[in-house]
Every structure is written in structure tokens, then in C-alpha cells.
């Protein structure tokens, strides 16, 4: 901004008078906006009219703070290659036709082509640890690539102790996804996780169940009634105690997702050991290890492969003869990533893999004795007292 440069600013009642920029600029900078503030914004003569016409108004607003400028937020990157957009799907190891299913119901296909959802979302139900969770925030992952709006409804947030404020609360999110829908053109993806209290059905004379069912009521007043929001809900309980009126035609479609099979355990140990350990697993030494946990479920991979270099890391403590990771960082004895992954190999991933469910078993099993310790002996009646 030049400094010769002036401002002429007429008053209401016509009086004209001319102030020069910088001395206007200066004083903006200096009385009104604090100068950490303005010096990544151009101040325009609009920004000085503005300031001069609420001093005109109240001479004493100088004196008082303003609301602070900040920054524009960063605008969101949308993403247009189509295998970028789907990336996060590539770790949902279900059955194919179960996922595509999946895909489908939640509107994905609609979603890439720019058009209206057909599907008002899904219920994914089954025993924990089978993926549900997981599948359901790659799907919100996929619409946060595209520039929509997706976000996890924690149970907890929403819900409150004061009856009848976990339907307004329901009402408020609902509202902001139709709204961010509106804003940005897109459909708006909400999932709600272990969301089992918005499936079962209304328990007659309960004022907590019926507190419940109000929130209910807001939700199903959107779902399969308004385009503009995809919702899914994972939940533990069965299809029996739906709600009927949440999974009738035209709303929430609902899908079991059980324990892997061997392919899908194959896969996912493909997957997290390349993730986590950065091993590439060939197709025979998957298989194998699949085979080595029958009774284990996916997450019993995704955590030995998470945790497993941090295993290495304290054998490897141990084998130096330290007592603990703390003890050898004492000595300054460190343990590098170049030293854990020089030991990593597919036979000893095998033997840890074998060791981990023997232990978990065995563990499994004292808690069972445990629990059938505290349970109070049942006596016998009639003739088998």
C-alpha cells in the first residue's frame, strides 16, 4: 500500500475528510487488531471504510478488542484418482461378495459418480473383533477422499444423563450432516460404532428404553427419507432384536460379519506383516500361519503384527543381558530398528506366532478357572440334592 495514497470517507451527516492509508492502517493494526493478526491479511480500502464507519458510530471501539483474525481453514483435499479414493478399502479383508454387498448399500458407487445415494446405509452385526469397525471407517475414509462430509458418532458424545437430550443431540448431528451436505454438494456418511442401543427395539415401561427410542425416532425420520446422509451402525446383537421399523425396505440394510475364514486370515496376515513388520508374506507362508490359529480372529493378527517388533525390541534387551528396556537405556544400550528388523525372519515370525497362541490359550484358560471359581456352587434339588 502506498503511503501517498489517501482515503476520502464522507460521514452521514456529508462531512468529508481525508485520512492517509498508512496512518488509518497503523492505527487498524496497532488499537484495534494487534499486529500478529493482520500480517498475512491485505487490508483493502473496504477493511479501513469499515473501521472508520464503527468508529464513527461508537468512539470508543478502538478501545475494545476484537474478535481475533485467524487464518481461513485449509481447504479439504479432495482427492480424483479413483484407486487413491478407494485405498482404505484395500484393508477390509471380508468376503468379496460380502464386501461389495457392503460398498454398495453404503451408496460408494453412486458417491464416485457424482450422483444421489440409492442406498440409505447398512447395520453390520456380529462377535467382536470380526472387522465391523474397521470396514466402516475405510468406507467414511473413502468419503472424506471425495470431499464429503464423514464422521464417527462416538455413543458417548450423544448420549446424555438428562432424559430426552440424547434426541436433541441425535437432532443436532443429523442437522449438521444434512447442512455439510447442502454446503459441499456431496452426501454426508455418519457410522456409529457399537451403536447396538439404536437397533433393539422399544421396551415397554422403561423410561431409559423410551428416552432411547425418542433418539430413535430422530434417526429413522432421516434414514431412507432424506438422500443426503448415509448412515451404518455396528452392533454385537442379533437381527432378532432390530427395531423393525430401522431395517424395513428402503432404510438400513443388514449384514452379518463373522469370524475370517482361512482366505480371509491368509490375507490379513498379508496385510498386517507387510503393515507392521514389513514382511512380505508369500501365499504358502500365509496360508501356513492362518492354519496355525483356528480359533483366533482377525484382530488376534492386526495385534501380534503391531506389537510383534516391540517384542523383538525387548528379546533382544533380554539377550544382552538387561532386565528391562528402561535398564538398558541406563546404560545407553539402544536397540535400533536396523538391529530388530536384521533378526526378523519368517521362521522365527512362525515359532513367536505358534508361542502367542499357546500363551493366550493357556491364559484363556486360567481366567475360565478363575471365573468358574467365584461362581456360587449350584445345589441340587428333589431327588438330586
Known amino acids: 500500500m502506498s503511503k501517498d495514497e489517501n482515503i476520502i470517507y464522507k460521514k452521514k451527516d456529508h462531512q468529508k475528510f481525508t485520512i492517509k492509508k498508512n496512518e488509518c492502517l497503523e492505527n487498524l493494526i496497532r488499537d484495534k487488531y ?3 493478526n493482520l500480517l498475512n491479511f491485505p487490508i483493502t480500502d473496504s477493511d479501513l471504510k469499515k473501521a472508520l464507519d464503527d468508529l464513527y458510530r461508537d468512539p470508543e471501539s478502538w478501545k475494545k478488542p476484537s474478535n481475533p483474525v485467524t487464518p481461513p481453514a485449509e481447504p479439504q483435499k479432495v482427492l480424483t484418482n479413483l484407486e487413491e479414493i478407494l485405498t482404505p478399502l484395500d484393508a477390509v479383508i471380508l468376503d468379496p461378495q460380502l464386501k461389495d454387498d457392503i460398498i454398495e448399500r453404503c451408496s460408494v458407487p453412486e458417491l464416485l459418480m457424482g450422483e444421489k445415494p440409492q442406498y440409505a446405509g447398512v447395520i453390520l452385526y456380529g462377535p467382536p ?3 465391523k469397525t474397521v470396514t466402516l471407517s475405510a468406507i467414511a475414509e473413502v468419503y472424506s477422499n471425495t470431499g464429503s462430509f464423514s464422521h464417527e458418532v462416538s455413543f458417548a458424545n450423544v448420549n446424555s444423563k438428562w432424559l430426552g437430550e440424547f434426541a436433541k443431540n441425535m437432532q443436532k448431528l443429523l442437522d449438521n450432516a444434512i447442512s455439510e451436505a447442502d454446503r459441499r454438494g456431496k452426501p454426508s456418511f455418519l457410522y456409529f460404532d457399537e451403536g447396538s442401543v439404536l437397533t433393539k427395539k422399544p421396551v415397554e ?13 430422530v434417526l429413522k425420520r432421516v434414514i431412507g427419507n432424506d438422500n443426503r446422509v448415509v448412515v451404518a451402525i455396528s452392533t454385537n446383537i442379533l437381527p432378532d432384536s432390530f427395531e423393525a421399523a430401522l431395517v424395513r425396505d428402503g432404510r438400513l440394510t443388514s449384514y452379518f460379519v463373522g469370524h475370517p475364514g482361512p482366505e480371509e486370515k491368509r490375507q490379513l496376515w498379508q496385510l498386517f506383516a507387510n503393515k507392521y513388520v514389513g514382511m512380505e508374506l508369500n501365499y504358502e507362508q500365509a ?5 496355525y490359529i483356528p480359533n483366533e480372529q482377525g484382530a488376534f493378527i492386526e495385534q501380534f503384527c503391531r506389537t510383534y517388533k516391540a517384542t523383538v525390541k525387548r528379546s533382544i534387551t533380554a539377550s544382552k543381558g538387561h532386565d528391562s528396556l528402561f535398564d538398558a537405556l541406563k546404560q545407553g544400550d539402544f536397540i535400533r530398528e536396523e538391529e530388530v528388523q536384521s533378526t526378523l525372519t519368517y521362521d522365527r515370525l512362525k515359532d513367536d506366532v505358534q508361542y502367542a497362541v499357546e500363551r493366550k490359550q493357556e491364559r484363556d484358560y486360567a481366567m475360565l478357572q478363575e471365573r468358574l471359581a467365584q461362581e456360587p456352587e449350584k445345589k441340587g434339588v428333589g431327588f438330586c440334592k
Open 34 to 36: 494487534g499486529t500478529q
Open 287 to 291: 496360508s501356513e500361519l492362518a492354519e
Open 205 to 217: 415401561g422403561s423410561t431409559t428404553a423410551n428416552a432411547y427410542q425418542e433418539a430413535l425416532d
Open 129 to 131: 473383533g470380526t472387522g
